[in-house]
Structures are given as C-alpha cells and as structure tokens.
C-alpha cells in the first residue's frame, strides 16, 4: 500500500498567518505579527511555491468558488479574504480572517493533491492517516489537547473525519504567553468521482485560550458542509 504526496499533519504552516499543523497537504499559516507583515510572507510562500492569484476580499458570506471537481462556499461572517495558489503538485483555496491580535488568527482552506492512491479498504486509508499523523507530530513544538481521526463517509467512502486541539509551544508570536492553541477541524478524502485525486478541507484558529471562538466548531462544521463535489 503506497500513497503519493501527502504529507504529514503537523508539519509546518508558517506563512505567518499559522504555522504549519495539520493532516495538511501544504502550508497555510497562523502566527502573526502583523497584518503588514502576514501580506509580506505570504507573498514569498507563493514566490517558492507557485504561483498565486491576488489577494481579494470577499464581500458576502456564503460566496461560491468553483473548481472541475467541486465547489466551495466562503466562511461564515465577514472580512474574509480569499487567494488561490497553484503550484506542482497541489491547489490550494485559502480563506482567512485578517488579524487583530498578532497572537490571534483563523483560516480554512481546501487543498487537492492528483496522486494515484492505492488502498483496498477504507480501514486501510484511515490507518495511513493515522500512521501519517503520528510519525508527522513534532513533540518539540506540539503538545496534543485532544485529537479524533475517524472514518466517516461524508465524501465518499474514503474518507476521514479529524478534529484536534494542541498547546503549540513555537508559534512566531506568543507574547507573554507560554504556547497558544491550536484547533482543527476537517475531512481528508480520496474525491469519490475522481479517484486519482486526494483533498483536504479544513477549518483552523490558533491564539490564547482567551481569544479562542466558542463557536469554532460549528463555524468549522459550516465550511465543510459548503463543500459540493462534482460528478466528471
């Protein structure tokens, strides 16, 4: 059993938004210094990993974004941004929130990956994403809060549900904090109408406990419902 270009979960999102953590096919970040300079990384992240489109704000909540294979709404609530980036071997659509505290930031994103993935089972699949998950946590950085990796059929019958809460001790601003947190909620799925590609959506939020969203999981659960895959 092999599967191309995945790589692991907690690997490194620093595009100043973020830091890098999750089941995650590409950086996408959470950190934060401010707005300014959040622009300024992100910018080089797109020079050194493809090409991008302009940064844009989005208007309505809600608003729909098409691809060959499916079709995703924008977040809930307002101030968004959206940029889409294309570089060899994956896509990424990434929505984020501007942030207001350099500690304190929330994005989501959908990535595709073409791959030629070989797995007879789903059980097999989900014990790849566990395996993945686990060899892919730095204990130096990340302490694990809570964590669920499940099979859960909402996209087909590869797919993987996860959620996680961690301590994250190496974000680029803490202030005066000792680590912030981390939560994420997403699926990771091999697209059931286009076998030879695996995607990822997830929602994420990271900062001090104080600045965290009650709502987040409900927000994160709104996102992935607004995903629609296309039959080709």
Not at 12 to 20: C, K, S, T
Not at 41 to 52: E, R, T, Y
Not at 66 to 89: C, H, K, M, N
């Amino acid at each position: 059993m092999k599967c191309q270009a995945i790589s692991s979960r907690w690997g490194a999102l620093e595009f100043e938004p973020q830091g890098n953590a999750s089941i995650g096919l590409i950086p996408v970040g959470r950190g934060e210094m401010r707005t300014a300079r959040i622009f300024v990384c992100l910018f080089l992240l797109i020079f050194m990993a493809g090409c991008a489109s302009r940064i844009i704000k989005i208007e309505q909540p809600y608003t729909p974004f098409e691809r060959p294979y499916y079709t995703v709404l924008s977040p809930q609530g307002a101030d968004w941004r959206f940029i889409e980036t294309d570089a060899p071997g994956k896509h990424v659509l990434t929505f984020f929130l501007p942030p207001r505290e350099t500690t304190h930031t929330v994005y989501a994103s959908v990535k595709e990956v073409p791959s030629k993935p070989n797995f007879d089972t789903p059980e097999e699949f989900h014990s790849f994403l566990q395996k993945a998950q686990s060899l892919g946590l730095d204990e130096r950085r990340f302490t694990v809060i809570e964590e669920d990796i499940r099979l859960d059929d909402k996209f087909g019958k590869f797919s993987v549900a996860y959620s996680s809460k961690v301590e994250d001790h190496g974000a680029a601003r803490m202030d005066d904090a000792p680590f912030l947190i981390m939560q994420t909620y997403g699926y990771f799925f091999i697209h059931p109408y286009a076998k030879n590609l695996l995607m990822e959506i997830e929602y994420s939020e990271r900062g001090k406990p104080d600045q965290l969203d009650a709502d987040f999981v409900e927000k994160g659960k709104a996102f992935v419902s607004g995903l629609r895959l296309k039959e080709k």
